[in-house]
């Protein structure tokens, strides 16, 4: 039977029709495959960003707040000595640093005037103690109201320290302080408040404090300048941090804890938990956490700027903890 040509056309666009349904459904069928599974995190085509952090551990413990100060290392007991008669000084019997008793010439005085001839004065000193101060040579003319010298009692030392009018409500007596020298770098001498001035200077604003040394150390002279750490406040048992952890956003505190999750198909990887925190005292790059932590997380100090809940991390370094017991520097 022969076909005609109007049903070769039929025909024709028949199949042209078939095969443009059968693509379109295979085309349909991956869209929808596609958008069912979908693509698993960390492939190519969705890469996942893993942030490079440096983590430390939050330790329960110690935290000690305080103040610095300058102060003078003086002798406690500084006296002058001062001749019994005007004259000129004859003979200088001392040095600076000889031991005397009590009684022992020190210098003597030659009260002769043109035409009349004295014994000399002998000028006494009046405490046991060391020599401090030599502030004539023979020859010098002197006078009763005019020291020859000081002698005081270097066993005895104290710190004087004069503090600005704003710290003085954390200041009393007793108060713990350490000392720094720089004669003898690196090393520390405990001392304590012993005197508390009742007044300000009204010039300078400041309060007289002395403090003396909880050990006294013969290598610790009189006229040296000392560097004063005094105690202020002293946290114990408490959560301590570095404070370089502490993210604040939008007026709230928190801190970035490493955890470990799992994805979908079994893969454990590190990330990270936001946890508000209350921070407390700050003491150097130390800070107190009065609420949040309980002490042995370990958490993000470096690298947590873009970090949010749930990113993932890879830590490059772990900085050591700190100590549970606070040592003075």
Do not use: H, W
């Amino acid at each position: 039977m022969k076909m005609t040509l109007k049903q070769g056309r039929g025909i024709l666009m028949a199949g042209v029709l078939l095969t443009a349904i059968i693509l379109f459904a295979g085309c349909g069928n991956k869209k929808e495959s596609g958008e069912e599974g979908g693509q698993k995190p960390g492939t190519k085509e969705n890469p996942v960003t893993v942030f490079a952090v440096s983590t430390s551990t939050a330790v329960r413990g110690e935290l000690k707040d305080y103040l610095e100060f300058g102060g003078d290392v003086t002798a406690k007991t500084n006296i002058d000595i001062t001749p019994d008669t005007s004259g000129r000084v004859a003979e200088i019997r001392v040095r600076v640093g000889d031991r005397v008793s009590k009684n022992d010439i020190i210098a003597l005085v030659d009260p002769s005037r043109p035409g009349m001839n004295f014994e000399f004065s002998p000028v006494k000193a009046p405490i046991d103690g060391t020599i401090t101060q030599v502030l004539v040579v023979p020859g010098s003319m002197v006078a009763p109201q005019l020291s020859l010298a000081k002698v005081g009692r270097t066993d005895t030392l104290e710190i004087v320290m004069n503090v600005p009018e704003r710290f003085v409500s954390k200041i009393q007596l007793n108060q713990q302080a350490v000392l720094r020298l720089d004669a003898y770098p690196g090393e520390i001498f405990p001392a304590r408040v012993t005197e508390v001035s009742p007044v300000l200077d009204t010039t300078s604003r400041t309060m007289t404090v002395k403090l003396a040394l909880l050990s006294p150390d013969s290598r610790i002279k009189a006229g040296m300048f000392a560097r004063v750490k005094l105690i202020t406040d002293t946290r114990t048992n408490t959560i301590k941090i570095q404070d370089t952890a502490v993210v604040t956003r939008f007026g709230e505190s928190s801190v970035f804890i490493i955890t470990e999750m799992t994805d979908e198909d079994g893969t454990s990887y590190m990330a990270v938990r936001k946890q508000k925190v209350i921070p407390g005292i700050r003491v150097d790059d130390r800070m107190e956490i009065r609420s949040g932590l309980q002490g042995g997380e370990e958490i993000v100090v470096r690298g947590q700027t873009l970090l949010e809940d749930g990113s993932r991390v890879n830590i490059v370094s772990r900085v050591p903890g700190l100590p549970e017991q606070e040592s003075e520097k």
